[in-house]
């Protein structure tokens, strides 16, 4: 059986992860503090001191490196840098096999200071000595919602004329991460997005409607995030897709 090391397992994606692979493999999770879990063996480690990696990658077929820290400023940078740094050290010393880093459609396109910082990471996965796949994902469906929750707080809703969104659905993720898995070190970089491309404004009035919120005062995005946004610079052809709609997951 495939032994398996998840960083980042306690987020919403590692927490799909852990489900979808468990029974099929030997689950390692890792975590800053003490966790116990049917089915996996939670490991105590520290991607920003690199305490405990070691350890953690000890033994190990395949690490799915999954662990972010958004918007977190110094932070952001430790988790994503210094972490994947210190991960990849030990996951060379320990002969792991496979290594699936992921990332975010768009990431070589949109001009945003967190997306600087992953393509940086992608770079260091892609010559840290260890087999690899990277696989850029749209935005969560959780993300989107969360982001116009806070919206709605200030009063209004913002809805970017014309911009399109490809949100997906994490268990669909979980479920791509598997086929990565069975797969083997692709060495490239792969992209997964939603089953659909969404015009925001429609998006947004979809999420009203199921979250009973404002009317909506459409807004323009300004500057090179704006013109990225326009340009469809956040969503991606790429095939398979996820199945699990915007509206499914409103209904959910």
């Known amino acids: 059986m495939t032994r398996i090391l998840v960083t980042?397992?306690?987020?919403?994606?590692?927490?799909?992860?852990l489900g979808r692979l468990g029974g099929e493999a030997e689950l390692r999770a890792v975590s800053r503090s003490a966790r116990t879990g049917d089915k996996v063996e939670w490991v105590v480690a520290d991607l920003t001191?690199?305490?405990?990696?070691?350890?953690?990658?000890?033994?190990?077929?395949?690490?799915?490196?999954l662990a972010a820290a958004p918007y977190k400023g110094r932070y952001t940078r430790r988790v994503e840098l210094d972490g994947t740094t210190a991960l990849l050290a030990a996951a060379r010393q320990a002969g792991a096999?496979?290594?699936v880093y992921i990332s975010i459609v768009g990431v070589d396109r949109v001009p945003w200071g967190y997306f600087r910082t992953k393509l940086a990471a992608e770079n260091l996965v892609r010559t840290g000595g260890v087999p690899w796949t990277i696989l850029r994902v749209t935005q969560f469906y959780e993300f989107v919602d969360q982001a116009l929750t806070?919206?709605?707080?200030?009063?209004?809703?913002?809805?970017?004329?014309?911009?399109?969104v490809q949100?997906?659905?994490?268990?669909?993720?979980?479920?791509?991460l598997a086929a990565r898995v069975a797969a083997g070190p692709a060495q490239t970089i792969l992209e997964y997005g939603g089953p659909e491309v969404l015009d925001f404004a429609e998006a947004v009035k979809a999420w009203r409607r199921a979250r009973k919120h404002r009317p909506i005062l459409r807004l323009r995005?300004?500057?090179?995030f704006g013109r990225a946004f326009r340009a469809g610079h956040l969503t991606t052809t790429a095939r398979p897709s996820g199945t699990i709609t915007w509206r499914e997951y409103l209904s959910g």
């Open 97 to 99: 096999g496979h290594l």
């Open 8 to 17: 980042g397992a306690g987020g919403r994606l590692g927490t799909a992860v």
């Open 150 to 164: 806070g919206l709605a707080r200030l009063g209004f809703l913002a809805a970017e004329p014309g911009g399109g």
């Open 167 to 176: 949100p997906v659905d994490v268990r669909d993720v979980a479920d791509e």
């Open 49 to 65: 001191t690199g305490q405990g990696i070691a350890a953690a990658v000890d033994g190990v077929d395949v690490i799915l490196h």
């Open 221 to 224: 995005l300004p500057g090179g």
